[in-house]
C-alpha cells in the first residue's frame, strides 16, 4: 500500500504488524508500534515506479501467528538463522555502507543456514540528489540504527509457509571470458581471465564493457549478480555493489536492447504471484528508467540492495504466502 502519513500511523494505532518504507522524514513521525522500517525515496508503485517524500510503503502482515523484532550487527548477524522460526519468514532490513551489510555479504553465502532459512528484505538508503544516511527502524521501541539491521521474525499458521523467489534479467554467454577473483571481495584490483593475471580495472576498460551490465556467476543453478559501483583508474581498483567471491567463475552479463522490456517480458509469467513483500534494486530503477512504468503484481520500496537468502544487486526479489 503507498498510502499517507495519517493513513500509517492509524495502522500502527490499531496495532497491525507492518513492515514499512519512506523518506526519513515521514519515517521519524509515526509512534511505536508493531513495525519495522527503512528509508528510501524510491518506489514501485500501482501506477509505476516514483520518488516520494509525502506518502510511506507499508506492507501489512495479517497471516501471522507470532513474531518477534530483533537487531543485529556484525558480530551476530549469523545468529538471525538460528533465531527464525522454524515455520516462518525473517524479513531483514539492512543500512545501505554498514559493517553488519558488509559482513552479512561476505558471510550469508558461506552458511547453508541461509539456504535453508526463508529470510528475505533490502538494503535501506536515501535521496542520491541529496545524500543522506541509510537508516532503519524497530517501531516496538522507536530506536533508529544506521549501523545496525532490524528483522521482523514471523511464525506462519501449520497449514501455510512461505516461497521466496528472485527475478533476475540478466544472463551471460557461454563463451564470455570466465572471471576468476583471488579473495571474497567488495574492492577488486587483480583477478584471472581466462586462465590468466589481469588488473580488473583496465580489462574493463580495453574491452570497453558497459558498466551497467553485472558480473553473473552460477549459485547452485541461480544465476547471483555482482554489480559495479565505481572505477578508479588511479588505483586500478574496482568497487562492487555485492562481493565476489574466490573459487567462483563469473562472466559478464549479455548485453540487453531494452531494458525495460525485457524486465517486462520476465515478469510476465508472474501475474497470477500473489506477493505480500517485493522489493526492486536502484539500479534497475535508474538504468531501466523505470518512472511511471508498472511491475505487476511486484510493489514496493525501491533498494539499495535486495536479501533472498544472501545479499543481491540488479535483481527484483518477492515473497509469498502458500497453503
Known amino acids: 500500500m503507498f498510502i499517507s502519513l495519517d493513513e500509517t500511523k492509524k495502522l500502527i494505532t490499531e496495532g497491525k504488524l507492518l513492515h514499512i518504507a519512506a523518506d526519513e522524514k515521514l519515517i521519524n513521525q509515526l ?14 508503485t500501482e501506477s509505476g515506479g516514483t520518488v516520494s517524500d509525502e506518502k510511506l510503503f507499508v506492507d501489512e502482515i495479517d497471516f501471522a501467528k507470532d513474531f518477534k523484532l530483533a537487531e543485529y550487527d556484525k558480530n551476530n548477524i549469523l545468529d538471525i538463522t538460528k533465531e527464525a522460526y522454524h515455520n ?30 526463508p529470510i528475505i528484505g533490502w ?48 544472463k551471460y554467454n557461454e563463451c ?5 577473483f583471488y579473495e ?9 581471465v581466462n586462465g590468466k593475471d589481469v588488473i580488473f580495472e583496465k580489462y574493463i576498460a580495453d574491452n570497453k564493457i558497459d558498466t551497467k551490465l ?9 544465476l547471483v549478480n555482482a554489480s559495479i559501483k565505481s572505477i578508479s583508474s588511479d588505483d586500478n581498483t574496482v568497487e562492487l555493489y555485492a562481493p565476489v567471491f574466490a573459487g567462483r567463475q563469473y562472466r559478464f552479463a549479455s548485453s540487453i536492447k531494452n531494458y525495460h522490456d525485457c524486465f517486462d517480458r520476465c515478469i510476465d509469467d508472474y501475474k497470477n504471484c500473489k506477493p505480500f513483500f517485493s522489493c526492486n534494486c536502484i539500479l534497475n530503477y535508474l538504468y531501466g528508467n ?20 544472501q545479499l543481491l544487486n540488479q535483481t527484483l526479489v518477492y515473497a509469498e504466502i502458500v497453503e
Open 31 to 44: 509512534p511505536k508500534g508493531n513495525w519495522i522500517g527503512g528509508t528510501t525515496p524510491y518506489f514501485i
Open 88 to 117: 516462518g519468514i525473517t524479513i531483514i532490513i539492512i543500512p545501505f555502507a554498514s559493517d553488519v551489510g558488509v559482513y552479512f555479504s561476505k558471510e550469508a553465502p558461506n552458511s547453508e543456514d541461509f539456504l535453508l532459512t
Open 123 to 170: 538494503i535501506s538508503g536515501f535521496n542520491l540528489e541529496r545524500g543522506g544516511t541509510a537508516k532503519v527502524y524497530n517501531g516496538i521501541d522507536g530506536t533508529v540504527f544506521n549501523d545496525k539491521a532490524v528483522a521482523l521474525h514471523i511464525n506462519l499458521p501449520d497449514n501455510k509457509f512461505a516461497s521466496i523467489g528472485i527475478i533476475n534479467i540478466f
Open 176 to 180: 564470455a571470458d570466465i572471471i576468476e
Open 184 to 192: 571474497d571481495s567488495l574492492y577488486v584490483r587483480n583477478c584471472k
Open 214 to 222: 553485472p558480473l553473473v556467476c552460477d549459485y547452485n543453478s541461480a
Open 290 to 309: 523505470f518512472v511511471g512504468k508498472s511491475t505487476r503484481p511486484f510493489e514496493g520500496p525501491v533498494t539499495f540492495g535486495e536479501v533472498a537468502h
